[in-house]
């Protein structure tokens, strides 16, 4: 693939070398292949290569790779472009062919069936283009141009014309050829077909219009492409030259020689040209730039096969030989041993002008670096180690602190600062000093190093005070190490060593009563700022603001990038730049309001986070580093900072849809959740805060949090991203609910409640059917009660009753008269005070029926005898039953079964209790039930028989049960020789009582 790319021509042009901070991602990070074609950012905000080897999608942390398992059944693929209303990514295959990207699977487009009867057998090398519409065109050789709209259907809007064409498509020009097409012998327009004067026709079909124009030819016209550059201008490179239109008018012409894979125009203005032949990206400011060859070059000895600006203004360049590279501020340089810096270590800058800065190199002397021409200067080498500079630009002298001593440099010769007690002593050259601090008023400058310290006067250049001579603290010179020194815009002098700080006074060193045990630890170095804050850069304790009374730190929870500071400037508007090994800070400090605090480091592109070093004119700022000079344009922070997308996954391996309320199983609540932030310049190293249901917030670079175990309800998981610039995104959010077990769901509660209601109202209706038919029982009760009291006054008993006693009173049997009439009467009282009760005893029913049936056989003169008998263990006291039930059946023995009889007759009663019940027999001797010639009527009825039937069947509760059973009494010759009643009185218990 990469020899149909690039056509290793030579270089042209004024091409310059700086160099940027690239990342590079090759097939051993992730990319599918090293040789790629094109870049697309799309909507989402991902960045997706096509390869020789498939397409990939980043995320900035890894690459997701996709080929022939997910629908792309050719590998090689050349173009993207983003469907913007759908989201669908379409690519463009070596052959033509296209194919789409939705929902993690690629799909061949409908259209391909036309592309293959053309006899797709050939190199796509013009783009594709995607409309506003959804309509897509392809330019195939031989063919012209076709469209195809939103269903599949194709137009051929250019076909069988013999020349190249350019079609202006809103904000795309597409090239056509077609003049390979077989054409008739008879066409020989030299306006129209190629001719023998080497000559070509060309057609613009634009917005504005078709023209059309002959121009001449060299050659085989190989990677020729158009470009729209704007409504009105369109290039076109052919036959190794540039031609530039201007409303279908030829504007200008240049050779160019080298092979252009791609255009890109930015929103500046500026024109960027992707070259084959390992001829990198050339960046024109203009038009007119390209028409002159003024341009910048990047990436040089790679061939660009395509480039891209992010949406973070961050640069992408792919390569057909050495992948991806990526910049993520293309206005930061940086200046090494890759430009001819000695080495890479820079340990300290002095600037010059805007343009120029000296350099102080450890192992590598002192140079001076023109930045826009790249031009190093190397200064005489007087020491392999320079670790401070301080230049006097109205002097022109450049003071230096090289191998611990103080040199000057003036008319391109260093001078070495002679310790004045020992001006001819070889043994001792001159004053120590490691690091200069010119003070704000710029006329002192001192110089600190491991044996104290020295008062320079930098306009005269002598050294005024040294501590080795003359501080005047004891008899003993001082020669303790200090860190730093400074002379305040008030006149006061502050000196900084590994005890903390000091103030100067007449010649002594004076402690600080100041309780701040950061004033008494380690202190590297000071800086004054406008309002006479004083600064302190301290090891462990962060920075210390100092004015007056009032004391201030900041430290890595206010977003200091350490609290082990390196070293401070204070720029000349109050800005104060922080150098530590964790990174640079730029610090806006205020009394009255919250400190500001922003980070560079190499998520903004330093090639370190070990700071040695800064100094800043302007807006323009210069880092050493150790690993380069570091230089760049400081603008206001990035307020922006990508909110986090979401992915949600089971433990058992279930996904959902962060962008909907998920609803998850309680056995299956075990939540995987992924999240990242679209944060290029981070390098994967981006800080996020997460928490759930607006507890604590958690910090972490995990894009992963596992929830195990999650608690049954709705949860509310919260994350943010924080971008290079310490600013935090808005929220995302995932919104689910662990559903409960059924038996704990509310649909089950709901249930259970409607059922238990549903049960209550049910047994409520039952006990109300219930006590309806008790409360109709007992009224029915009643009034068999009343039919049975009128039943028992059988009227035909009470007249033979009478008649019996006025026949004694005829015959004069006034004894017998008297004692029926009594009995009579007890009888009679006794069964209306049985009919006014509910119950009675049994031995009461027991009266009533010896009375009942001693009134009869007086009636009947003896002509019959009766017994009444107890089964054993019967009390007939405790027992109470509903009373006359027994009474009816008595008086139909007496009536129906002796009546008939002179003599002899026999009724039996007996009495004898049955679980749950009381059996009562009646038995007679008379003629039995089925007795011919009998002297009842066949039509006679007993009501007190039928209502005390009915009474028995509501006492024993079954209604449709057999309470009363009759039967003959057979001798032992099978004859009848009686009648058998059974009555069974169903019995309950009543407090200590048993009734019925």
């Known amino acids: 693939m990469l020899g149909l ?9 004024m091409a310059q070398s700086n160099h940027f901070a690239y990342r590079q991602f090759t097939a051993n990070d992730g990319l599918p292949s090293s040789e790629v074609y094109d870049i697309l950012q799309d909507k989402l905000g991902y960045i997706w290569f096509s390869t020789d080897n498939g397409v990939s999608r980043f995320d900035g942390y890894s690459f997701q790779n996709y080929g ?42 409908s259209g391909n069936r036309v592309l293959d009867s053309l006899g797709l057998e050939q190199f796509c090398e013009i783009p594709f283009y995607l409309d506003s519409l959804g309509s897509i065109y392809v330019s195939l050789s031989a063919h012209g141009l076709l469209q195809f709209d939103t269903t599949g259907k194709v137009d051929f809007l250019l076909s069988g014309h013999y020349s190249k064409s350019v079609y202006e498509i809103e904000n795309r020009a597409i090239l056509v050829f077609s003049d390979s097409v077989s054409r008739p012998v008879s066409v020989r327009n030299p306006e129209e077909v190629w001719n023998e004067k080497g000559q070509f026709p060309l057609d613009l079909y634009l917005n504005s219009g078709h023209y059309k124009m002959i121009l001449p030819r060299k050659g085989y016209p190989a990677q020729s492409s158009a470009f729209r550059v704007d409504d009105k201008t369109v290039l076109l490179r052919i036959y190794e030259k540039l031609w530039a239109f201007q409303e279908g008018k030829l504007i200008w012409s ?41 341009f910048e070059s990047y990436l040089q000895g790679y061939s660009v096969s395509h480039f891209i600006v992010d949406q973070d203004g961050g640069y992408w360049f792919s390569t057909t030989e050495a992948g991806v590279f990526y910049l993520a501020d293309p206005a930061l340089k940086i200046y090494d041993q890759s430009i001819g810096l000695p080495v890479d270590y820079v340990s300290s800058i002095a600037l010059k002008n805007q343009d120029a800065c000296y350099i102080g190199l450890e192992g590598g002397g002192v140079v001076l670096l023109n930045t826009e021409t790249e031009k190093i200067s190397p200064l005489p080498n007087v020491g392999g180690w320079a670790y401070d500079l301080v230049y006097n630009q109205e002097a022109d002298v450049l003071w230096a602190a090289i191998n611990f001593k103080i040199y000057s440099f003036r008319e391109n010769q260093w001078q070495i600062c002679r310790d004045k007690l020992y001006p001819n002593n070889a043994t001792r050259l001159g004053y120590q000093a490691r690091r200069l601090h010119l003070s704000p008023q710029k006329s002192t400058l001192w110089a600190t190093s491991s044996f104290g310290f020295n008062e320079i006067n930098f306009e005269k250049g002598e050294v005024v005070f040294s501590s080795l001579h003359d501080l005047r603290n004891g008899t003993k010179a001082y020669n303790f190490r200090t860190l730093d020194a400074i002379t305040t815009r008030n006149g006061q002098v502050f000196i900084a060593n590994t005890n903390g700080l000091f103030e100067l006074i007449n010649q002594e060193l004076v402690a600080l009563n100041i309780d701040h045990p950061a004033f ?46 390196e070293n401070l400037y204070a720029a000349g508007d109050g800005v104060l730049w922080v150098g530590t090994l964790n990174g640079l800070n730029k610090v806006n400090w205020s009394w009255d309001r919250a400190a500001s605090i922003r980070v560079f480091s190499t998520a903004n592109g330093f090639p370190t986070n070990e700071i040695n070093c800064v100094k800043t004119r302007g807006d323009v700022v210069w880092v050493a580093t150790t690993k380069g000079l570091v230089k760049f344009s400081w603008s206001q922070p990035r307020l922006h900072s990508p909110a986090p997308i ?316 057999e309470a009363v059973h009759t039967e003959n009494v057979l001798d032992e010759n099978a004859l009848i020789c009686g009648t058998r009643v059974k009555v069974r009185i169903g019995l309950q218990k009543d407090n200590s009582h048993s009734e019925i």
């Not at 790319?5 to 042009?13: D, M, N, R």
């Not at 068999?784 to 035909?796: T, V």
């Not at 009724?907 to 010639?933: M, S």
């Open 5 to 13: 790319l690039a056509l290793f021509l030579p270089a042209w042009g």
């Open 68 to 109: 022939v398992v997910q629908g792309l059944k050719e590998p090689v693929v050349f173009y993207m472009q983003e469907d913007r209303e759908k989201g669908r990514i379409w690519m463009q295959s070596l052959a033509g062919r296209l194919y789409y990207f939705e929902k993690d699977s690629i799909y061949p487009f």
């Open 254 to 294: 240049i050779p160019y020689p080298d092979p252009i894979n791609f255009w890109f125009k930015d929103q500046d203005g500026s024109i960027f040209l992707g070259l084959s032949a390992r001829l990198g990206l050339r960046r024109y400011k203009s038009l007119e730039a390209i028409r002159t060859g003024i």
């Open 520 to 565: 008494h630890a380690r202190i590297e170095a000071i800086e004054e700022l406008p309002d006479s804050t004083l600064v302190l850069g301290s090891k462990g304790y962060g920075l210390l603001f100092w004015k007056g009374d009032q004391i201030a730190v900041l430290t890595e929870s206010d977003g200091l990038s350490a609290n082990m500071i």
């Open 646 to 961: 979401i992915k949600v996954a089971l433990a058992s391996g279930g996904v959902f849809d962060p962008g909907r309320k998920a609803y998850v199983d309680y056995k299956e609540n075990n939540l995987i959740i992924h999240f990242l932030s679209l944060n290029y310049k981070m390098n994967g190293q981006i800080p996020y805060r997460y928490r759930l249901n607006s507890d604590d917030w958690v910090f972490t670079k995990s894009t992963t949090v596992h929830f195990p175990s999650m608690q049954v309800g709705q949860q509310e998981f919260e994350v943010q991203a924080q971008n290079e610039d310490g600013i935090w995104s808005t929220s995302s959010f995932f919104v689910f609910q662990i559903m409960p077990p059924w038996w704990k769901s509310w649909w089950f509660k709901f249930l259970a409640f409607f059922t238990c209601i549903s049960i209550g109202i049910l047994i409520y209706q039952y006990r109300m059917r219930q006590l309806k038919h008790e409360n109709d029982m007992q009224r029915q009760m009643v009034e068999l009660e009343r039919s049975a009291l009128q039943a028992q006054m059988n009227p035909h008993f009470i007249f033979n009753c009478l008649n019996s006693i006025q026949n004694y009173i005829l015959q004069n049997e006034k004894k017998e008269a008297i004692l029926y009439l009594g009995r009579f009467a007890t009888l009679v009282r006794s069964i209306l005070n049985a009919s006014a009760s509910g119950n009675i005893s049994l031995h009461e029913e027991l009266k009533l029926l010896t009375n009942y049936l001693d009134l009869e056989k007086l009636r009947f003169k003896d002509r019959f005898i009766y017994t009444v008998e107890l089964a054993p263990g019967l009390d007939t006291f405790d027992l109470r039953i509903p009373p006359l039930l027994v009474q009816p059946y008595v008086e139909n023995a007496v009536l129906h079964g002796i009546s008939g009889k002179k003599e002899g007759g026999i009724v039996r009663v007996c009495f004898e209790a049955k679980p749950g019940f009381l059996e009562v027999t009646i038995e007679d001797n008379g003629p039995g039930i089925q007795i011919e010639n009998t002297t009842i009527p066949k039509n006679y009825k007993s009501f007190g028989i039928s209502i005390t039937r009915d009474r028995l069947k509501l006492l024993s509760g079954n209604p449709e049960g």
